[in-house]
């Protein structure tokens, strides 16, 4: 399987613990959100998921607290770390960690990952 990690433009943080079924080239896929991400951008996420195959993950720098970031106010643009195509969450997981703390804007604390997709089978 080939494996990638890249980043995208992401968004802010901020609403509900999601695990709802993706698809892939006609696939089941799980996608599973950590609580806290505006609406807005589980939609990204969903996307995101439908269009991978093997275990994959999305990371996003956490932004300071002076930001006082919101739904209705993202802040600003960030790179993110996606990885897809791995054999194991595990590996996935280090692969968008990596990409992200790489590429983190300045004045932003460590990565957090925010989704995880994987197939059903």
């Known amino acids: 399987m080939t494996k990638f990690a ?3 433009a992401g968004l802010a943080l ?3 613990t999601v695990s709802s079924p993706a698809f892939a080239g ?3 896929r799980v996608l599973r959100i950590v609580p806290g991400l505006c609406e807005d951008f589980k939609g990204t996420l969903k996307t995101w998921a439908s269009g991978i ?3 994959g993950a999305y990371a996003l720098p956490i932004a300071p607290r ?3 970031l919101s ?3 993202p802040g600003p643009i960030v790179p993110v770390g996606q990885s897809y195509g791995f054999d194991n969450m595990f590996e996935a997981e280090q692969a968008a960690l990596n990409y992200c703390e790489e590429h983190k804007p300045t004045g932003f604390s460590d990565c957090l990952i925010v989704a995880r997709s994987l197939p059903t089978k």
């Open 53 to 55: 195959k093997g275990h």
């Open 26 to 28: 006609g696939e089941a």
């Open 66 to 68: 002076s930001m006082n």
């Open 6 to 8: 890249f980043a995208i």
């Open 14 to 16: 901020c609403a509900a």
């Open 71 to 73: 739904c209705d106010n």
